[in-house]
């Protein structure tokens, strides 16, 4: 147990769904982070909070959208997504920004 | 735009060899941290690296930084079968001076230590 706890583990969805990742820390750090995990892939940073004010980045998709309504919780809201956005999606969290990560379990999302 | 590249991408070795993984990157940083991964779990931190000549060691891994070279290294001295495992180098971009806040990961080097 890392003090970050991932809901849910496994997610099937299809290409018109919209569902919610959810991640929670008992840490009381003040940064979280969602990574994306591909087959093959470095862990492609997607998103970060960091004492609850995201930091941008321009390079995901807007299908993918953010929520971190308190230091304690992120959301990732997913919709109209793509079979290539099947992957293992990781929420971490640290004390301070870039400092050592502790991950969660990940939800294995698949896409079709 | 920071890179990290780790060599070798894949290592098969036997129990009671050493070797070394290398972790390479291509901009100033002087913050890198080593992880594993075992298959179908999350990311376990194993070293936390903050300085030029860091070194550390924790069982039969050692760890260790050159900032002038942009190099860490993963050493594993006698390998025994339960460290098989994927291990991920990432680093932290921010003295390169671009990109969102968050460590820039290594695609890992997956290890399989054969009795």
């Known amino acids: 147990e890392t003090g970050v706890t991932q809901t849910p583990r496994h997610l099937v969805m299809g290409m018109t769904n919209k569902k919610s990742l959810k991640c929670e820390q008992h840490?009381?750090?003040?940064?979280m982070y969602w990574y994306k995990q591909s087959a093959k892939k470095p862990l492609e940073l997607m998103f970060v909070y960091s004492l609850e004010e995201r930091v941008e980045n321009n390079s995901v998709p807007s299908r993918f959208s953010p929520e971190c309504p308190n230091s304690s919780h992120l959301f990732l809201h997913l919709h109209t997504l793509q079979p290539e956005d099947s992957a293992l999606y990781l929420c971490a969290s640290s004390q301070g920004p870039n400092e050592k990560l502790f991950f969660g379990s990940g939800t294995q999302l698949s896409v079709l | 735009e920071l890179k990290v590249e780790q060599n070798p991408l894949f290592l098969s070795m036997q129990e009671g060899k050493n070797y070394t993984i290398y972790c390479n990157y291509s901009?100033?940083?002087?913050?890198l941290y080593w992880y594993r991964q075992d298959p179908g779990k999350s990311l376990e931190s194993l070293f936390v690296l903050l300085s030029n000549g860091a070194v550390k060691q924790e069982g039969r891994l050692m760890a260790s930084l050159d900032t002038k070279a942009r190099l860490s290294t993963l050493h594993i001295t006698a390998a025994v079968h339960d460290l098989s495992a994927t291990y991920f180098c990432?680093?932290?971009?921010?003295?390169?001076?671009?990109?969102?806040?968050?460590?820039?990961f290594g695609k890992g080097t997956h290890l399989i230590i054969q009795p």
């Open positions: 840490l009381g750090h003040n940064a």
């Open positions: 990432a680093v932290d971009p921010r003295l390169s001076g671009g990109g969102a806040d968050g460590l820039t």
């Open positions: 901009t100033t940083s002087d913050r």
